[in-house]
């Protein structure tokens, strides 16, 4: 026995079906090699369970040795586990994960074989080819976003190691997810159904992996990750640490950037785990540069009205049915009797995008909100006076948005909110306005828009 921890070149497994080439990498519980499937003649990656810090290997018999004392039994909880990743990933199927060929065990150890992908990781692109462009960042990330968006919705499944190292490139130039080592499954209740310790990739790990504050089901913490992937595509080097930041350390980027790169970025890394964007629908929406927020509702809700250029602003005020908003006082009357004699679909327009302004003001992804959602904005959240025209409006998650007091359009025949501050500024008023009821419809009304979380 020696300190040889890797199998050596042209080392065969299983009876010759697959032949060593070299290492690929090795991280702190496992060794990735090259080898050839001898059969196929193809190339594979071969992960074996290796505990680096811990394990060595009989250079006679090339089989995995284990400690003596205490050790022993850390090594077996962490082989259960990497079994369990094996089997994990072989039941994954999305396009931008990689896939599971073979498992089997050999020299007193596990082994689970890959695809191996030409392209390299990102972090290696990104080292020869230097910071990428927003689009072509945008690119990688959405496919990572879209194999996160499948895990935590279908298989209540956090990854905890996001980062451009394990995020490979295949022949086509696509983003496979890959080292799911400190992967966790969680129960139908939430809760986590191993106990391991996650590590820790400083600069992508959010501050509740250093708290090993994982235990509850929680995708916010692969949200964290991939914002800081998007960083480090984009500047070409590792984020701040969340620990650094929590200390007062401030994320920098560049002013070239895109607001709307720049608000996912901001949302998806925000260090309070309550204050982050909730879902990776954050990377896979194209909101058109319009920011959203996510309140913990069934929709997400625009940070401002449509005409204003700041949450704090009113907006402009639109007559039911104006998709472009052309229509001012002195038109509205021969207009209203035109939509409600020629276009009498229109009355409900959250089923007829043509006539919805969110819509084609701000793009397809957003609509105009339907009455049930107003009435889940009221009763859901926390509101309070901020002054005589302002409106915090706090959601279940902790975030929130400012709404201006005023009339407000929903997407439902002809229906309106109006929310209203006394003039002691101690109460909200709302009320509920159909208005069918009113002659030439004489009221123009604000439009917050909504977008539905299932638009990517």
Known sequence: MNNMQHLQPNTTLQGGKYRIERVLGQGGFGITYLAVQTSLQRRVAIKEFFMKDSCSRDEATLSMLTPSTGGTKQVEQYKRKFIKEARNLARLNHPNIISVIDVFEEY???????????GGSLQDYVKSHGALSESEAMK?????????????EEQHMCHFDVKPANILLDDKSNAVLIDFGISKNYDSSGHETTTTPVGISEGYAPIEQYQQNVEEFSPVSDVY???????FLLHAKQPISAPNR??????MMRKSFSQGVKDIINASMKVSK????KSVDVFLVNSNGHKFVDLGLSVYWADMNIGASSPDEVGIGYIWGDCNGWINKETRGSFFKRLHNYKPQVDVISSNKQYDTATNMWGSCWRIPKISEFEELYTKCNWYIVDEKHIKIVGPSGNYIVLYSGPYWTGERMHSFKFGIDNNKTHISCNFFDLHNLSHLNSFCLIRPVMDKNKI
Not at 225 to 231: F, Q, R, S
Request: charged content about 15%; aromatic content about 14%.
């Open 108 to 118: 007193d150890t596990v082994y689970y074989v890959m695809p191996y992908l030409v």
């Open 140 to 152: 990688y990330v959405k496919q990572v976003a879209k194999a996160l968006k499948y895990m935590h």
């Open 225 to 231: 990750a991939l914002g800081a992937t998007l960083y």
């Open 246 to 251: 929590a200390g007062g350390s401030a994320l």
């Open 274 to 277: 309550r204050e982050r964007v």
